[in-house]
T-cell receptor, first 109, second 111 residues
Framework: LAKTTQPISMDSYEGQEVNITCSHN???????ITWYQQFPSQGPRFIIQ???TKVTNEVASLFIPADRKSSTLSLPRVSLSDTAVYYC??????????FGKGTRLHILP | DGGITQSPKYLFRKEGQNVTLSCEQN?????MYWYRQDPGQGLRLIYY???????QKGDIAEGYSVSREKKESFPLTVTSAQKNPTAFYLC??????????FGSGTQLSVL
């Protein structure tokens, strides 16, 4: 099974850049690396997805090294509304989509 | 409006009772999933289905059952065998290996 490891929690301040790293040592060759954001009492929502190198959208950037054993989600200039849980997904070969415990990001004023 | 709808938003279960949580999607997605989330914890996979009339157990399937008779629908039954059912239940759908779309969840509590 693909397994992901993330920090349990992180604190940062408004206006800072936040980087959350995820380890996924046994990710399958043709799997994409996907990140989700979840607010309390809501379903997670998709943030960004990539295969290798760097991907950027209007919300975040995703950095993936050549060996694909880890990935880093980068949130530029965070605000209080970015306080949430962030999940890095591991997808194993039979499409069983497993969520890890996620990283609780707390943004301080 | 395309999306995934879960109902009810809140559900209460009595001792020994089976309850069914509804999940409907109009996104034409092949795959559907059920997750359980306990307070302060991550999501745990209960069941998933990649095609109509077929489904697989996730990591915590005991005490739950599902059916997939239609592409749009993937109801979850919490049986009396599930001794600790209080949790937030999330349904999701996707095209295979693509991003998941989640419903708004059902909070199940025991009376």
């Amino acid at each position: 099974l693909a397994k992901t490891t993330q920090p349990i929690s992180m604190d940062s301040y408004e206006g800072q850049e936040v980087n959350i790293t995820c380890s996924h040592n046994n990710i399958a060759t043709n799997d994409y690396i996907t990140w989700y954001q979840q607010f309390p009492s809501q379903g997670p929502r998709f943030i960004i997805q990539g295969y290798k190198t760097k991907v950027t959208n209007e919300v975040a950037s995703l950095f993936i090294p050549a060996d694909r054993k880890s990935s880093t989600l980068s949130l530029p200039r965070v605000s209080l509304s970015d306080t949430a849980v962030y999940y890095c997904l591991g997808m194993n070969r039979d499409d069983k989509i497993i969520f890890g415990k996620g990283t609780r990001l707390h943004i301080l004023p | 409006d395309g999306g995934i709808t879960q109902s009810p938003k809140y559900l209460f279960r009595k001792e020994g009772q089976n309850v069914t949580l509804s999940c409907e999607q109009n996104l034409n997605h092949d795959a559907m999933y059920w997750y359980r989330q306990d307070p302060g914890q991550g999501l745990r996979l209960i069941y998933y289905s990649q095609i109509v009339n077929d489904f697989q157990k996730g990591d915590i399937a005991e005490g739950y059952s599902v059916s997939r008779e239609k592409k749009e629908s993937f109801p979850l039954t919490v049986t009396s065998a599930q001794k600790n059912p209080t949790a937030f239940y999330l349904c999701a759908s996707s095209t295979l290996r693509e991003k998941l779309f989640f419903g708004s969840g059902t909070q199940l509590s025991v009376l």
